[in-house]
């Protein structure tokens, strides 16, 4: 054995030169553009296939069914019995400004966060995919985390999560920074935001660190964590209407977007992105090092992207809508093969599709509108279904017959968007839908059962 | 066979590390999970050479994630041995594999990843005798002692020591993966067959001399010089190498 053993670390040394050339052709022929549920993290399983549910973080409602926060699930695989039907609802107990919400890299967990709570509930997905278990609720985010407020991005690296937050305890305001707990909810590391006073390390590429915070992705093969900055708890919870009315509160938003050092977590560059820069997208292409944001109080595109000397660079490349009427842009949802950017704007209630084939000249070829209000898309792997939701903030969101709470499925054939259904989220008494997120059962080597249950029978 | 076949798999990977300045840094390596699977587990890139500075050890934390799992395993000679108690006092790389996967960017990339590694450290016997490698199968059934035995000979010699380790079966395995949130998704076919084949996210796993993780590595952050640095961060941190790296 020993002999043998010696004669293949010999062999294998020996053939190392020849297969150079040979590998070298190889896999630049097989090499693919990588792509997602869209916006999932690059360290997760991925549903390449139908989804079989889809798991809605929904705001719960004084004086609307039971008011809690609850995670919604839906079944949208056409071949289901109770497809486009509300299959399960788990209540949380009280409100917490439920909103964004993230699974873990194996796709067990699922975590949701509320922002005036700061609370993140840990929800079981894969035990059974048709019916979430709430699995352990973290409570302590603001004593973990030295000051942290607000968990907002719930994004997942190998073995971890990492919570973007939003605000912070001291002023309530938008400096903040980001915490990392392990799938299993444990605190393992908060890294606070670069400021003006306390650079960490970074540069400034402007004339600002504001420290404000927002949402995070990564592009691991270039050591790339990236972040956005948004607003703090003394603005995002505040009345919409009384808060644009406020000079003051205005002032008060982020104009930058940070690029880190994924491996070390250290920041490297502060970038000068003016007007709220918030949902940030990766491009999948193995040499498309480039991510996408857009500016909520500008309505801009704005690629954030490494020039030709290795420098990471922002460059407003685009509108969105006419900027002066403050469409107000929200989710923002990048194709798999990196040609497409779909961007909701809040206000007018629409979903656009620009072509980004060019990243720094994008075009947009297609708008629908929606419902009176949009936020959230997701879409599937291959781009042809396309979800969205309503809801962008409890406080936020439209008055009077113009609060329009649902979760529509369209269908994209490349051209336009064919509407497939509609769950009214307050006929159904379920509150504001806003996070959604993809579940499925090939994804726990198990099979569909015949569990589902519709709402009505839950009720 | 199918051992050769896996050999044959991380020659090739070697190759690939070996012909660095043939290739485009960012040219990714092929998914062949593609095309089978409804779910498809996809690396997240990874790269002959680093594509990116590599960073001075010392110069940032490693914070400890959680504790480092045990259970009964499988040594090569077949004795039934405590995880745990094979840490030891080093500082540990740990994987799982299992021997028939022939995804190139699975457990043939980490196996020819620790390889390196142990490659870089063997030249320093200080250092290499601080280190452990441990390879565990997450496929029993198949990986016998003797099949593990034989999948690792050839990188056994010398330090830092390699394990090659198993577990006795399905249920002696699960409790030791679910400690390391280790996922594995077997596949089915449209009747709802098993396939055989498994579809699993490559992790490794840095172990501090407390037993505690310090790092988890994915498919584009196990490479040798990264994780190199990381054990260096250890060991600095453990006085066994100075602030700046000597």
Known sequence: MKKMAKSQAKWMQSTLAFLCVVLASAVGFLSTAMADETCMSPYMAKIVGQEDYVYVWTLGVEGLGDEQDKLVTVSVNPKSENYGKVVNVLSVGGRNEAH?????????????GGLDSNKIFIFDVHTEPAKPKLHKVITDFVEKTGGMVGPHTM?????????????????????????????????????????????RGAIKAGNVADGYGYDVRVLPRRNLMVTSSFTGWSNYMMDFGKMLADPEAMKRFGNTVV????????????????????????????????????????????????????????????????????????????????????????????????????????????????????????????????????????????????????????????????????????????????????????????????????????? | MRILNYHSLIILLLAISACDREFDDDTPLPDSRAARAEVMVMADGWTPTLPYEVPKPGTYTLPKITSAGGGLVLAENGEVLELESLFGDKIVLLTFIYSSCTDLNGCPLATAVFYKIKERFKKNPNLAD????????????????????????????????????????????????????????????????????????????????SKNIRQEYSVSFLHDQLVTADIKTLLIEDGVLSANGN
């Open chain 1, 100 to 112: 964004h919400s993230g699974l873990t890299d194996d796709r067990r967990y699922l975590f949701a």
């Open chain 1, 155 to 199: 994004y997942a690296l190998p073995g971890r999560i990492m919570v973007s937050a939003l605000s912070n305890n001291v002023d309530h305001g938008g400096r903040t920074g980001m915490a990392e707990f392990t799938n299993e909810g444990e605190f393992v590391a908060a890294h606070w935001n670069p400021t003006d006073e306390n650079l």
């Open chain 1, 259 to 459: 690029v880190w050092n994924l491996h070390t977590r250290k920041p490297k560059k502060v970038l000068e992105v003016p007007g709220a820069p918030l949902e940030i997208r990766c491009a999948w292409g193995s040499q498309h090092n480039y991510c996408f944001t857009t500016t909520a109080l500008t309505s801009q595109i704005w690629l954030i992207y490494e020039d030709d000397a290795g420098e990471w660079q922002a460059k407003a490349v685009g509108d969105i809508g006419d900027p002066s009427k403050v469409p107000l842009p929200v989710d923002i949802s990048i194709t798999a093969d990196d040609n497409g950017l779909w961007v909701q704007t809040f206000m007018d209630g629409k979903t656009r599709f620009f072509d980004i084939s060019d990243p720094f000249n994008p075009k947009q070829t297609y708008e629908h509108v929606i419902g009176s209000q949009v936020n959230m898309i997701s879409q599937s792997w291959d781009g042809k279904r396309t979800y969205f939701t309503s809801s962008l903030l409890g406080n936020w969101d439209k008055t009077g017959d113009a609060d329009e709470q649902f979760f529509k499925l369209f269908t994209w054939d490349g051209k336009q968007l064919n509407h497939e259904f509609t769950i009214d989220f307050y006929k159904l008494k379920l509150g504001r839908a806003h996070q959604m997120r993809f579940g499925a059962y090939s994804l726990y080597s198990q099979m569909p059962n015949s569990t589902d249950t519709m709402l009505s029978q839950v009720e």
């Open chain 2, 130 to 209: 601080a280190i452990r490698l441990i390879s565990i199968s997450f496929d029993p059934e198949h990986d016998t002692p003797e099949v593990m035995k034989l999948y690792g000979a050839g990188f056994e010699e010398g330090d830092p020591q390699w394990l090659f380790l198993t577990t006795a079966s399905e249920e002696a395995l699960k409790p030791v993966i679910e400690q390391y949130g280790q996922m594995v998704i077997k596949e089915f076919d449209e009747e709802g067959n098993y396939t055989g084949a498994m579809a699993h996210v490559l992790r490794a796993f840095l172990i501090d001399r």
